[in-house]
């Protein structure tokens, strides 16, 4: 899976391709006004706008490594970070032939996308935590299952090293085979399956496993629970540009690797630990370390001043002024 995500995705010709398919969805477009600012965040539907001839496409690429796969000519292409800019506007790796550049106009770092009621409650949402971790309060450590289900067996033994030491919430998202398995391993855990159960959720002592058989519903929850979560495990996806304090679990896909580099970089999570002791390890300093939380809280109030987790607002003013 590696190598297909950071080498065959990132290269021009893969791009070539889907510029071909994305003619098959223009007829979508067709009963709508051209000029509706458009936000693409998936380069298919982006090219097909383009395709379609819309006048305002912004492509809102997720991803921290440059792949051509994320392409949409024609729109302005958005990026989380300072290094994706720079990988896109050179197109990073992306031809074998010769050196080309993106023109300016057509890419903007604008920061990470999250969604306004946890951008518009990071300080407060931090400094709980931080007076959480002041204070000796056991922890609430969140740990999410990816889109593909990946690491199950790394995570039944993160769950049972925090045992007694925190209170832990696992959202398995879509993945009922991984749920049942995980009811099988963990007799004691309440088991949480419908959206009410989220929308209702108090925290209280032990391990709960959320699970909802609709993928929307089950993304979701993560947003919910993260509110109310001191830590964060998580592979480098999607969530690593999250205003939680973040542990970085070993990345499934080869691209996700820059996701933790920002991230630490940043300071509002840890480097991406490759290994299980690794992985232990950094949970133990963050469980017993209180201190070791505040920092990451901290850094996270800090980047909020200068508008890092901003980016989902800033992609709408852009389609709204293209």
């Known amino acids: 899976m590696g190598p297909l995500n950071s080498v065959g995705f990132a290269k021009l010709s893969y791009n070539a391709i889907d510029l071909k398919n994305a003619k098959l969805f223009t007829p979508i477009f067709n009963d709508l006004d051209k000029d509706i600012p458009f936000v693409g965040t998936h380069s298919w539907t982006a090219q097909a706008a383009v395709e379609a001839n819309f006048t305002k496409v912004v492509n809102a690429i997720p991803d921290n490594w440059p792949m051509a796969l994320h392409f949409a000519p024609g729109a302005l292409h958005t990026v989380q970070t300072h290094s994706a800019y720079w990988g896109y506007r050179t197109l990073r790796n992306m031809s074998e032939n010769k050196v080309v550049n993106l023109d300016a106009n057509d890419i903007s770092m604008v920061g990470h996308y999250i969604d306004h009621e946890l951008v518009s409650n990071i300080d407060i949402d931090c400094q709980r935590r931080i007076k959480s971790a002041n204070n000796g309060d056991k922890p609430v450590v969140l740990?999410?299952?990816?889109?593909?289900?990946?690491?199950?067996?790394?995570?039944?033994?993160?769950?049972?090293?925090?045992?007694?030491?925190?209170?832990?919430?696992?959202?398995?998202?879509?993945?009922?085979?991984?749920?049942?398995?995980?009811?099988?391993?963990?007799?004691?855990?309440?088991?949480?399956?419908?959206?009410?159960?989220?929308?209702?959720?108090?925290?209280?002592?032990?391990?709960?496993?959320?699970?909802?058989?609709?993928?929307?519903?089950?993304?979701?929850?993560?947003?919910?629970?993260?509110?109310?979560?001191?830590?964060?495990?998580?592979?480098?996806?999607?969530?690593?540009?999250?205003?939680?304090?973040?542990l970085m679990l070993k990345r499934v896909g080869g691209h996700e690797m820059w996701g933790a580099i920002h991230s630490s970089e940043i300071g509002d999570g840890t480097f991406e630990c490759e290994s299980e002791e690794q992985t232990i390890n950094m949970l133990k300093l963050l469980i017993d370390s209180p201190e070791s939380r505040v920092l990451l809280n901290q850094a996270?109030?800090?980047?909020?001043?200068i508008d890092t987790y901003n980016g989902a607002y800033k992609v709408i003013e852009s389609a709204f002024n293209r």
Not at 300 to 305: E, Q, Y
């Open 143 to 246: 740990l999410t299952i990816g889109g593909a289900g990946a690491q199950a067996s790394l995570y039944e033994k993160i769950i049972n090293y925090l045992k007694d030491k925190a209170i832990v919430l696992v959202n398995l998202g879509d993945h009922k085979s991984v749920f049942n398995e995980m009811k099988k391993q963990f007799k004691a855990a309440k088991c949480h399956t419908l959206y009410s159960d989220v929308e209702n959720f108090s925290v209280e002592e032990g391990l709960h496993l959320f699970y909802n058989s609709d993928i929307f519903s089950a993304v979701y929850t993560t947003n919910i629970l993260m509110r109310m979560s001191d830590l964060l495990l998580t592979k480098p996806s999607e969530l690593a540009f999250y205003p939680i304090p973040k």
């Open 300 to 305: 996270i109030i800090d980047a909020a001043k």
